[in-house]
């Protein structure tokens, strides 16, 4: 039976609260990034907590909307988590193999991150061809947010880069 987004919510807290033990005992610049990575990872957390919490009120008008977009906050969470054990591990290595196999780790989570983005996007679009009238609007808009969202973030990620 697979996991609801409840129980897969339940076990990120609990790799955050690792992560977070993980912080506390780090030293110096790396302590200082760990708990940065890990405050933000509580709030999104919280917002994904939200979200859930939305999607799972039967009541909700766009309840199908509310569920989706908690399952793409809940993916982002458990992507942004993947990608902090990794960073953590980075910032602890003492030598060069053991750095680069942590941020290829890293490097694997987003770019599995942004496959399946766009594999979604993709699908939305063939829906989008196939739909029209208030729905088709509808579902432009969500696009138009998903491919600002990929923007937004590949800007983020150049801006690091340059």
């Given at each position: 039976?697979?996991a609801?987004?409840?129980?897969?919510?339940?076990?990120?807290?609990?790799?955050?609260?690792?992560?977070?033990?993980?912080?506390k005992?780090?030293?110096?610049r790396?302590?200082?990034?760990?708990?940065?990575?890990?405050?933000?990872?509580?709030?999104?957390?919280?917002s994904?907590?939200?979200?859930?919490?939305?999607?799972?009120?039967?009541?909700?008008?766009?309840?199908?909307?509310?569920?989706q977009?908690?399952?793409?906050?809940?993916?982002g969470?458990?992507?942004?988590?993947?990608?902090t054990?990794?960073?953590?591990?980075?910032?602890?290595a003492?030598?060069?193999?053991?750095?680069?196999?942590?941020?290829?780790?890293?490097?694997?989570?987003?770019?599995a991150?942004?496959?399946?983005?766009?594999?979604?996007?993709?699908?939305?679009?063939?829906?989008?061809?196939a739909?029209?009238?208030?729905?088709?609007?509808?579902?432009?808009?969500?696009?138009?947010?998903?491919?600002?969202g990929?923007?937004?973030?590949?800007?983020?990620?150049?801006?690091?880069?340059?």
């Open positions: 039976m697979p609801t987004m409840d129980d897969r919510l339940k076990e990120i807290g609990s790799r955050i609260d690792r992560l977070q033990e993980s912080a005992a780090a030293h110096g790396a302590k200082d990034s760990a708990q940065e990575r890990v405050a933000a990872l509580r709030r999104q957390e919280a994904t907590r939200a979200a859930i919490k939305r999607a799972n009120d039967r009541q909700a008008k766009n309840a199908a909307e509310k569920k977009d908690a399952e793409e906050r809940l993916e969470l458990e992507t942004k988590v993947k990608v054990e990794h960073a953590m591990v980075a910032d602890a003492a030598d060069g193999k053991s750095f680069a196999n942590a941020v290829r780790g890293e490097l694997a989570e987003w770019n991150y942004f496959g399946r983005a766009q594999k979604r996007i993709s699908s939305e679009l063939d829906e989008l061809q739909s029209s009238g208030d729905s088709a609007r509808k579902l432009r808009k969500r696009i138009d947010g998903d491919v600002d990929l923007n937004q973030s590949m800007d983020k990620l150049a801006s690091r880069f340059h």
